[in-house]
């Protein structure tokens, strides 16, 4: 079965350093991974995806992820939080041939003025 | 881009009352549609897949008698909260997959509804 797993509920970052939320990954076949970030009483935002191709893939506010096959990782990063970063941020895996998604259990991202 | 709206954004109602809650898809058809529960600080749990024309699949644990799925045309899904308790309190969230997707595209959320039931 496939899942994605977040091993840190909460990640506080100070204002202009570099931010990391971790994901790892199980799944049977390629894997099609999804970062969304959920601001307070919102729905999901999607921020980035790795379907195939560069490990490195590049998203929406400023946000990257590195797809690790070996490591079987897909950890977010910025390289320089804002204080607006602050969210909650899910990692999820496309449900083998359906579009059902299977979501991490979230990060709360705290950036420090 | 593809936007997903969903009403009504807060509901606060009396035990036993049955709440609808409505997701749209604006500028595209969704022959599916899902359905999610959030309860504070945690994840999203799936619910249902709510497909057009057809009857919902529900998840492994979830009352199809009390969460009522409707999706009578390609943009509009409906989830019937039926004689709701203060336990079914939560926030419920649609999204919807972008067409012939293959499962490479994101899917679209709509804002989320708070369903309070005193």
């Known amino acids: 079965a496939q899942s994605v797993a977040q091993p840190e509920d909460q990640v506080n970052v100070a204002e202009g350093n570099p931010l990391t939320v971790k994901c790892t990954y199980s799944?049977?076949?390629?894997?099609?991974l999804f970062w969304y970030v959920q601001y307070p009483n919102r729905g999901l935002q999607f921020l980035l995806k790795?379907?195939?191709?560069?490990?490195l893939v590049k998203g929406s506010y400023g946000f990257e992820a590195e797809f690790n096959k070996s490591q079987t990782s897909f950890h977010l990063k910025k390289p320089s939080a804002l204080v607006s970063d602050s969210a909650l941020y899910f990692c999820?895996?496309?449900?083998?041939?359906?579009?059902?998604?299977?979501f991490g259990t979230g990060t709360r991202l705290q950036v420090f003025p | 881009g593809a936007v997903v709206s969903q009403h009504p954004s807060w509901v606060i109602c009396k035990s036993g009352t049955s709440v609808k809650i409505e997701c749209r898809s604006l500028?595209?058809?969704?022959?599916?549609m899902f359905w999610y529960r959030q309860f504070p600080k945690q994840s999203l749990m799936l619910m249902a897949t709510?497909?057009?024309?057809?009857?919902?699949?529900?998840e492994q644990g979830v009352e199809k008698d009390k969460f009522l799925i409707n999706h009578a045309s390609l943009t509009l899904s409906t989830l019937t909260v039926t004689s709701a308790h203060p336990e079914d309190s939560s926030f419920y969230i649609c999204?919807?997959?972008?067409?012939?997707?293959?499962?490479?595209?994101?899917?679209?959320f709509g804002d989320g509804t708070r369903l309070s039931i005193l």
């Open positions: 709510s497909n057009e024309g057809s009857k919902a699949t529900y």
């Open positions: 790795y379907i195939t191709g560069d490990n």
């Open positions: 500028d595209f058809q969704a022959t599916t």
């Open positions: 999204s919807a997959p972008y067409p012939w997707t293959g499962g490479n595209q994101p899917q679209h």
């Open positions: 799944v049977s076949g390629n894997p099609y």
């Open positions: 999820a895996v496309r449900d083998g041939n359906t579009d059902k998604l299977i």
